[in-house]
């Protein structure tokens, strides 16, 4: 029943999140990289060490680090259902190398995915696909977005969380904030809070760092605004790809799959090749028995303040 409540928890509006694109691309260039750590390569030591924990499972071939003995259900009775964070149990947590696990060892589902998308909103015709192949999947996600994308097209955020997605809070315009003053990470970070809640009601409960590199002062700042710092231990490396490269959607779909284990937490960007790959995607990671955890089960700094 946990499992199944755990697919079906629902809605309301937690996270926020996004991580761009092309903003991403300066990571890929680090080794780290290739284990889709890239962000984490990028520079910041506790990033990188953050992230190390999480490369474990990544780089060794996606073997999972947990038990994989659990029957696969699927948690994905989920409709498009709105719901309240209040009404979605907490069922999973992230640990410290971003992985989702559960909260209780008592059967709750641990084959799972988390699905995130980072550095929108863009496009219609993107987000229209992504909203749909995760409709198809009965799959809900975490949409890191930027201030300065939310500020371009309202509207396609206002689509996201109408379509019971989370939306994340991945800093304004998507700068290296490790190295910056309190004072600036606090408005890249704050500014997208406020406007996102003047947009669909609800602040972000969720915070990643543009390229992964949040550094202390990201982290300090996550706390302040009770937002879940995470980045990622599944990275598709959809951002390290160029428009001119041949069979991004394959690779897309690979590095995924070469890096999956129990409680992924996928980074996704808003990026032509990866709205192609994203239905076959989600079928593979289906057949080898993954559920979609829904983000809105996730244990957050919010939800720990909650009565
Ligand atoms: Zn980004």
Not at 20 to 26: L, R, Y
């Amino acid at each position: 029943m946990s499992t199944k409540a755990a697919a079906i928890l629902l809605t309301s509006s937690l996270l926020l999140g996004a991580c761009g694109s092309d903003t991403e691309p300066a990571a890929p260039a680090n080794s780290a990289a290739q284990s889709g750590q890239a962000d984490a390569g990028k520079s910041d030591a506790a990033e990188q060490t953050a992230t190390s924990s999480g490369t474990d499972t990544a780089a060794s071939g996606g073997v999972p680090a947990q038990d994989k003995n659990e029957p696969a259900k699927t948690g994905r009775e989920n409709q498009d259902v709105q719901g309240t964070e209040e009404q979605t149990p907490k069922l999973y947590r992230m640990n410290s190398a971003y992985n989702i696990v559960p909260v209780k060892d008592d059967g709750t589902e641990k084959k799972v995915v988390l699905l995130t998308f980072d550095d929108g909103p863009k496009e219609q015709a993107m987000v229209d696909s992504l909203l749909d192949t995760l409709g198809k999947h009965g799959a809900k996600a975490i949409f890191f977005v930027n201030g300065y994308r939310v500020k371009e097209h309202p509207e396609l955020l206002k689509q996201i969380d109408e379509r019971g997605h989370i939306i994340g809070n991945h800093s304004y315009d998507h700068i290296v904030l490790k190295n910056e003053p309190l004072a600036k990470v606090r408005k890249q970070i704050k500014d997208v809070q406020v406007l996102v809640k003047d947009t669909i009601g609800t602040a972000p409960v969720f915070f990643r760092p543009p390229h992964g590199a949040g550094g202390d002062v990201g982290r300090q700042v996550a706390k302040e605004e009770n937002l879940l710092y995470m980045t990622w231990s599944n990275g598709s490396l959809d951002w390290t790809m160029k428009k001119s490269d041949p069979n991004k959607k394959q690779a897309v779909i690979n590095n995924v799959m070469d890096q999956l284990h129990p409680g992924s937490n996928i980074l996704m960007h808003e990026l032509p090749w990866t709205v192609e790959a994203l239905d076959e995607l989600l079928t593979k990671l289906e057949q080898k028995g993954y559920a979609f955890v829904d983000p809105h089960s996730i244990a957050t700094e919010a939800s720990k303040l909650a009565p």
